[in-house]
T-cell receptor, first 111, second 116 residues
């Protein structure tokens, strides 16, 4: 079945620095979604990418979908303490329209 | 709108006991899902439903049963709880499942279950 791998599992960032988390699928995806889960909270939808090579921005967050629609990345610039949490990518399969979640990248920020 | 609600928020069971987790959504969504979240493993799909009266198995269905008698409710049952079922359980719903839009999932606050 479809597998979505996400790296790194943990990211410790100095406040103000940039970082990137990566997501790779074993199969071509229909689209990819990103979610954020604050500590003790539930996943909250951030964005969806559908087109090959698509890039979308939300303030300091930049999301990218690969040309082959098998990988994606989330880049955060000038990290703030409000960015703390776990970021999940989730790939929507072409065949059965089920989301497969990556294991997540847990971000901690040093002030 | 309350969105997606789950009851209970916390529960402790002894091995072999049974329980039902309730999920309710007020967004008129067709699709509903049950996930479990374990450290380092992300969210794994247990069962899902594509509409009232339908259910289907997800990635890790063993030991769980579900029912969707009403469109707004999705119940997850554990008939004989085992320590391996200690986890955080999330319910989610979505309007659609295609790439044309409306397929983002809305999650409930979760149920933290411990099986001793």
């Amino acid at each position: 079945g479809q597998q979505v791998m996400q790296i790194p599992q943990y990211q410790h960032v100095q406040e103000g620095e940039d970082f990137t988390t990566y997501c790779n699928s074993s199969t071509t995806l229909s689209n990819i979604q990103w979610y954020k889960q604050r500590p003790g909270g539930h996943p909250v939808f951030l964005i969806q990418l559908v087109k090959s090579g698509e890039v979308k921005k939300q303030k300091r967050l930049t999301f990218q979908f690969g040309e082959a629609k098998k990988n994606s990345s989330l880049h955060i610039t000038a990290t703030q303490t409000t960015d703390v949490g776990t970021y999940f990518c989730a790939g929507l399969s072409l065949n059965d329209y089920k989301l497969s979640f990556g294991a997540g990248t847990t971000v901690t920020v040093r002030a | 709108n309350a969105g997606v609600t789950q009851t209970p928020k916390f529960r402790v069971l002894k091995t072999g006991q049974s329980m039902t987790l309730l999920c309710a959504q007020d967004m008129n969504h067709e699709y509903m899902y049950w996930y479990r979240q374990d450290p380092g493993m992300g969210l794994r799909l247990i069962h899902y439903s594509v509409g009232e009266g339908t259910t289907a198995k997800g990635e890790v269905p063993d030991g769980y049963n579900v029912s969707r008698l009403k469109k707004q409710n999705f119940l997850l049952g554990l008939e004989s709880a085992a320590p391996s079922q200690t986890s955080v359980y999330f319910c989610a719903s979505s309007y659609s499942v295609t790439s044309r839009g409306g397929n983002e999932q809305f999650f409930g606050p979760g149920t933290r279950l411990t099986v001793l």
